[in-house]
Nanobody, 123 residues
């Protein structure tokens, strides 16, 4: 049984940092994503990392966010720096396994989602 559990969300002031974690269990995957959904908006891609270490980021978070995994690929991290109020959202971990990893990782989402963790950036 696949389980994804996010943690690390919270309230932070603009310019601050947070590190999200997603514990992954139950199967082997080769693409690990973070998505987010702000109130009244559609869920959107934030960052992706393949099992081989290739990464992709939403343009607005490039240079501020970093996605990574542990060596066992059981935890996915999202290091978020220089946070802005527009980063406020529920952040979701998403994983999957595909035979052909797409060139554009932002266009692909896996079938497994975590329950989400709230990130609020406000003074």
């Amino acid at each position: 049984q696949v389980q994804l559990v996010e943690s690390g969300g919270g309230l932070v002031q603009p310019g601050g940092s947070l590190r999200l974690s997603c514990a992954v269990s139950g199967s082997i995957f080769n693409i690990y994503n973070w998505y987010r959904q702000a109130p009244g908006k559609q869920r959107e891609f934030v960052a992706a990392i393949t099992r081989g270490g290739r990464t992709n980021y939403k343009d607005s978070v490039k240079g501020r966010f970093t996605i990574s995994t542990d060596s066992a690929k059981t935890t996915v991290y999202l290091e978020m720096n220089s946070l802005k109020p527009e980063d406020t959202a529920v952040y979701y971990c998403n994983v999957g396994l595909t035979l052909r990893v797409p060139d554009d990782l932002s266009s692909w989402s896996g079938p497994y989602w975590g329950p989400g963790t709230q990130v609020t950036v406000s003074s």
